[in-house]
């Protein structure tokens, strides 16, 4: 495997869109294949499509036409009809499904393109493709969409769709000062675009933009304020605890819990395989019974339990602190850490008190493009160059959502 292929595979496992072009014989089929096995390995649904049911007999995998794995049929359906089509039609298999891959996107025309694109915003409006991962893999100069004029198919390539950048977004300047923090290092131009990115974000209405801090005593008093100016009626649990003060101090989780219906919050511990710790979600419903959260991205509404968060000595072989409590905290801003692995449409950094390498980079690379980012408080100094231990470079994988 070259370095090509393995930056692929790196770019997919981190969870982020992927276009894969190449001729004919460079391997992607081989990279595709363990794409699908690695994300498979770490509890991913992943699906193998193919423009044509020919393409699809190169995997070993259960592959399938994009046609029919979203229901499209031949394409008779375009982009404003096919939502109304599919809701009185369920046979879509979206809603399980974490990572699509679509080989021969050659051959997928700007109106296909379009009209799979409505059917995944069913998922979740809010995400583009619905939040769901897309992999594009083929070659443009080989065989072109085929026009239906029938069905008003001009027969124009996906990439010439006005959607295709936002969900290829990374690119150019944006994809340069990455690559740049993420190493260390930048340049003058890369400073200037970062600095240029304090500008205030246009959000759509009834939408919200995350933020992400570097520390745990800036997301909470973000949080706070947030909550106060978030409408509604407050909602408080308090924790049952156990132990000595200094002990139950250690607790990542906090003693009080605020909430409010509709505000957001996330996940402090794991409950189930679907429900993770890290999970974000929705306030749905609040009673004596405890708080009901829907989690968009894994189509879930569930009602969570209290969990018991405890401090162990190792001394004495025992708890010697137990805090009972919702696993839940507010979730209008947090840490940088936290945000690993995430895809956000919208998000404001906070640069202040940056302490790692890579933190900058791993921030800046949650946005799905940099329309929907903005960076305050940025220096310089806040790009850290990776650490050298034992010969071997500390560093952060610059983790972009969407790469060529």
Request: net charge positive; proline share 4%; hydrophobic share 35%.
């Amino acid at each position: 495997m070259n370095k090509l292929q393995q930056a692929a595979i790196d770019i997919s496992l981190e969870g982020h869109n992927l276009l894969l072009l190449g001729s004919a014989g460079t391997g992607k089929s081989f990279v595709v294949n363990e794409i699908a096995k690695q994300l498979k390995a770490r509890g991913k649904t992943v699906q193998i499509t193919c423009s044509t049911g020919i393409a699809c007999n190169v995997y070993k995998e259960n592959a399938c036409t994009i046609h029919k794995f979203t229901g499209i049929s031949d394409g008779r359906y375009g982009p404003t009809e096919i939502v109304d089509v599919l809701k009185n039609n369920q046979k879509y298999n979206i809603n399980k499904v974490d990572t699509v891959i679509l080989d021969e996107c050659s051959m997928i025309s700007e109106q296909v393109f379009n009209t799979i694109l409505q059917v995944f915003q069913m998922k979740d409006p809010s995400a583009v493709f619905g939040g769901v991962q897309i992999i594009f893999c083929g070659d443009f100069f080989q065989l072109p969409p085929v026009a239906n004029t029938s069905y008003g198919d001009t027969g124009k390539y996906c990439f010439q769709s006005k959607y295709f950048k936002s969900v290829f977004p990374h690119r150019e300047s944006f994809t340069k000062a990455i690559n740049e923090i993420s190493h260390g290092k930048s340049s003058q131009e890369s400073e200037q675009f970062i600095l240029e990115l304090s500008r205030p974000l246009t959000l759509q209405e009834g939408s919200r933009s995350v933020k992400l801090f570097s520390r745990n005593d800036y997301v909470d008093d973000n949080n706070r304020k947030c909550l106060i100016n978030f409408p509604g009626t407050i909602f408080e649990f308090r924790s049952t605890d156990t132990g000595r003060a200094k002990d139950l101090a250690k607790l990542t989780a906090p003693r009080l819990l605020w909430i409010k219906k509709s505000c957001p919050v996330i996940l402090l511990r794991n409950l189930s395989k679907t429900l993770v710790h890290g999970l974000s979600g929705y306030v749905s419903e609040v009673d004596d019974s405890g708080p009901v959260i829907i989690f968009p991205s894994v189509n879930l509404v569930t009602r969570i339990p209290k969990v018991k968060f405890t401090v162990y000595s190792q001394e004495l072989n025992k708890d010697i602190a137990v805090r009972g409590k919702y696993p839940l905290k507010l979730g209008f801003g947090i840490t940088i850490h936290k945000a690993q692995r995430m895809t956000l449409t919208s998000v404001e950094v906070d640069c202040r008190d940056i302490f790692k390498a890579g933190q900058l980079a791993v921030a800046m690379s949650r946005a799905t493009a940099s329309s929907g980012l903005r960076v305050i408080n940025f220096h310089p100094r806040y790009i850290i160059p990776p650490t050298v231990c034992y010969g071997v470079h500390e560093r952060a994988f610059p983790s972009h959502n969407s790469r060529y």
